[in-house]
């Protein structure tokens, strides 16, 4: 156990601790104890300060080794149930004296211990020592061992090794603080592993007849944290930090010998000459217009009435008069810290509540929709800004209103002047409905080139239809996904916005119903060749107004010179392929001449073959012109498409 206690203590919400130990002493080192999980943040932090004027001369600690590599080399090892019997054992050989029952002592070197055997049993077993002066062994019952007195040191020593080793626990470690002669006011701050402090928090609502939307509640937070320290927490200052500064474990503990590289011996020669070439020059996210209303401004305290005091429910007068809270806030960079007011104390193995929050706001109630989160129903939400001069901390709020329990939620991070949203409880008496859907139309056409360029607008659609089974109106503020690529048109206006929702007022009869239809829609565009629109498309445009009569006229010009080049591209395929034919018709007729002779009938087939051939050559000859004139034809229609586009 230290003789440094815990003064100072600040928890962390990201695993960790910061404790600072203080007290006054004379001597010349202070012992500290960690668990092993402990070291490696106690090594990177650790900081000693003598604020008496002394001198911290350095800090040690224990090799991390097991307790048998640190016995490695100990004559002597002691079992835990016969320790005497192990003792006796491992200091043979040494010179010891050994007192005796009747007051007798005797010294001498220790021959051993005789035990009794299963073969040959014995009453008891007998020690032996070599008398020096009388040359001779004495022999004694073991019973009859009073006592050891190790006259050898290394014996000792490596007996007092072992009773060191024995008590460090195999999950501790010592640390010592070396220290000058002299009086110490010293000082050791370090962090370390502890278990994060949570934060719990109550709401109780006064509601008003009057104003059922509008009311005043006390907030207030319990700070809950453990003691898992080895030790009673005495009348410390606590912290609790709000955020999670960036920390890490680095292995300073374990010891760490690199691997070098094996340079072997080199066989030299007589270097050559070298040359070297010389050197060559050179908040809130965006809201309505509306002014701010009562729910955005705190107020303090209210004195206790005894009249609601004595009611026995519970209230926010209740409540704030009967828990003492003081705690101050401070803004460490990026973090929150709370200082508790009051000394703490704490058993060791226990935990406990301290009040950090309490802070009288009022708030506004809402019905907030948004299907995602919860389908189907909205949901009965307190809205508040956090006035109370800290930053709120993330943890679960248990909801009290009119004395009543009514629901509970999770309060987010939140920082000073941020706006705090509580649903707690789930209005079933509202039924939302949703449907959507998607669509095209076009908005705009225009001619570039050979193209025709659409701009259309991709719409998307979602209807929310809510139906009321109360017998009183309802007001439901409705969550819609934002998209920054889409814009709202024919919708309502939003009453206000988040980061990632706009939120839009719907409200709904008595045992009525309304539609809420949400629309948006961006502009896309695409374009096609003109050449593939139909007389069709064109005519549906022009009754859409997005094209006038005059360009309708040109594009159908257009489109006709394309049929005329489609139907000369046509002919001239057909052409080819009647060409293949006839280029196969012609070898085949030559193969057979090949086999006929001069004379005879074979002749006179012959000279058919030769007619046919010519006949054959005459149609390529035609085939030829007339694709000749196509071709020619095609380029006039090109040439004219060209001008024409140029003219459009």
């Keep these: 156990m230290t003789n440094l206690p815990i003064t100072r203590m600040t928890l962390y919400k990201h695993g ?28 990177k932090s650790l900081t000693a300060i003598d604020w008496g004027g002394g001198k ?65 049993p014995m009453e008891t077993a007998l020690v032996s020592l070599l008398l020096d002066e009388q040359e001779r062994v004495s022999v004694a019952s073991l019973n009859r061992v009073q006592g050891v ?18 008590l460090s626990q195999e999950h501790t470690r010592s640390v010592t603080i070396r220290l000058s002669p002299g009086e110490h006011d010293i000082s050791v701050s370090y962090i370390a592993p502890a278990p994060t402090w949570r934060v719990s928090y109550r709401l109780v609502a006064d509601a008003d007849d009057k104003k059922p939307r509008q009311g005043q ?15 009673d927490l005495r009348e410390i200052s606590l912290s609790l930090v709000a955020g999670m500064p960036i920390s890490f474990i680095y292995d300073l503990y374990t010891p760490f010998t690199p691997e070098r590289p094996v340079v072997e011996e080199e066989s030299r020669v007589a270097p ?21 209303t009562a729910f955005y401004k705190a107020k303090p305290p209210a004195a206790p009435s005894p009249a609601r005091l004595s009611s026995g429910a519970i209230s926010s007068e209740a409540l704030q008069a009967t828990t003492a809270v003081a705690t101050s806030g401070a803004a460490l960079g990026e973090l929150f810290q709370y200082v508790i007011g009051t000394p703490v104390t704490v058993s060791r193995g226990q ?105 259309e607008w991709d719409i998307r659609w979602r209807a929310y239809q809510i139906t009321n089974t109360t017998p009183k109106k309802l007001t439901v503020l409705v969550e819609h996904p934002r998209n920054a690529y889409f814009e709202l048109f024919e919708s309502p206006t939003p009453k206000e916005q988040t980061g990632e929702h706009l939120r839009f007022e719907v409200v709904i009869p008595a045992r009525g119903e309304t539609t809420l239809r949400v629309q948006e829609r961006r502009l896309i565009r695409r374009r096609e060749e003109l050449r593939k629109l139909s007389y069709a498309d064109l005519g549906r445009y022009l009754q859409q ?14 489109l006709k010179l394309w049929e005329a080049i489609e139907h000369c591209e046509t002919r001239i395929a057909h052409l080819n392929a009647e060409r293949q034919k006839i280029y196969q018709s012609q070898q ?21 073959y030769v007619e046919q051939l010519e006949a054959t050559e005459e149609r390529l000859r035609e085939i030829d012109g007339e694709e000749k004139s196509l071709k020619g034809e095609i380029e006039r229609l090109q040439k004219e498409i060209e001008e024409r586009l140029h003219a459009l």
């Design 16 to 43: 960790v601790g910061f404790f600072e130990r203080r007290t006054r002493l004379r001597g010349e080192k202070v012992d500290l104890s960690f668990r092993v999980e402990e070291m490696n943040d106690i090594l």
């Design 56 to 120: 911290i001369l350095g800090i040690d600690y224990a090799t991390p080794q097991s307790r048998e590599e640190l016995l490695q080399g100990c004559s002597i090892r002691l079992d835990d149930e016969r320790s005497l019997r192990d003792l006796l054992v491992s200091l043979r050989g040494r010179r010891v004296r050994l007192q005796l029952d009747q007051g007798e002592m005797v010294e001498g070197v220790l021959l051993g211990l005789d035990e009794p055997s299963e073969r040959h």
């Design 149 to 166: 007195i190790i006259l050898d040191e290394r014996g000792a020593g490596d007996l007092r090794f072992f009773l060191q080793t024995a």
């Design 217 to 231: 509640a006390l907030l207030q937070a319990w700070g809950i944290f453990d003691n898992r320290l080895e030790e």
């Design 272 to 292: 050559g000459p070298v040359e070297y070439a010389a050197q060559m020059g050179a908040t809130f996210g965006a809201m309505d217009d509306r002014e701010p």
């Design 351 to 455: 935990s406990a509540m301290v009040p950090i929050v309490a802070a009288t706001l009022e708030y506004g109630k809402d019905l907030l929709y948004n299907g995602n989160k919860l389908p189907a129903h909205p949901v009965a939400t307190l809205r508040l800004k956090n006035t109370t001069g800290l930053t709120l901390e993330r943890g679960p709020v248990t909801v009290i209103e009119r004395g009543e329990y009514v629901g509970e939620a999770v309060l987010p991070f939140t920082v000073l002047e941020g706006e705090l949203v509580v649903p707690y409880a789930v209005e079933l008496g509202a039924k939302v409905q949703e449907n959507q859907g998607t669509q095209r139309t076009v908005h705009s056409l225009s001619i570039s080139e050979r193209y025709m360029v659409f701009e």
């Design 545 to 558: 107004g997005l094209v006038n009569a005059r360009t309708m006229e040109k594009v159908t010009q257009l």
């Design 588 to 608: 085949q007729i030559q193969g057979n001449m090949q086999a006929l002779t001069q004379t005879g009938k074979e002749g006179a087939l012959r000279v058919r």
